[in-house]
């Protein structure tokens, strides 16, 4: 059975563009590193998750559910993987009037990225559950498909926002506090969907 699309769609647009790891990661690359620099992140991040709900409307979760373990080690991975972020984030800005250190995210990494990114688990396997009755290979593609249309908005979206903050981040020492803020709220993004 095909998803209601302007239903799928509402999902996708709510749940995507809400602030978590992969936008406070956009922000932060659009403030440091500019629109252009971070299109190969913003692509990782708009074509990724997508990637995941296939992967996880396909079969993942049954894997997950034969070897329990395995969902213990994943969380552990993705905790470890967004506090070396954090860190990279916290650390990228640059001294005054100079050019942030270290480089965007590339398009490899951002993908693998949603892999270990615990709110795109909760949000793949909430709009398969909800939107993919069964083994529906066709709904998992609709479900995907959608959320490349949204994505694409939401990835470019965020990255234009750090991208406007650049002016304001321009004056000394706002650059490392922006930084330093967006490493922490990428920790806290998380925490809700770790403690849940």
Do not use: E
């Not at 095909?2 to 992969?22: K, R, V």
């Amino acid at each position: 059975m095909m998803p209601d699309i302007l239903a799928l769609a509402g999902f996708a647009f709510a749940t995507i563009i809400t602030p978590g790891p992969n936008n406070v990661m956009l922000m932060a690359s659009g403030a440091n590193f500019g629109l252009r620099r971070s299109l190969p992140h913003m692509a990782g991040v708009a074509i990724g998750f997508p990637a995941m709900i296939v992967g996880v409307g396909l079969g993942v979760m049954q894997v997950f559910a034969a070897w329990p373990v395995l969902q213990q080690v994943l969380t552990a991975a993705s905790l470890a993987y967004l506090a070396w972020l954090a860190l990279k984030i916290a650390r990228a800005s640059a001294p005054d009037n100079a050019a942030p250190t270290g480089r965007p995210l590339s398009f490899l990494q951002a993908s693998a990225f949603q892999w270990v990114n615990p709110k795109a688990w909760a949000m793949a396997l909430g709009a398969v559950t909800l939107y993919a009755a069964g083994n529906d290979t066709g709904a998992v593609l609709v479900i995907a498909a959608t959320y490349l249309a949204v994505g694409c908005i939401s990835a470019s979206a965020w990255t234009w926002l750090g991208q406007q903050a650049r002016h304001f981040l321009g004056a000394p020492g706002r650059l490392r506090s922006f930084n330093v803020s967006m490493a922490v709220l990428l920790v806290l993004s998380v925490l809700p969907v770790v403690l849940h």
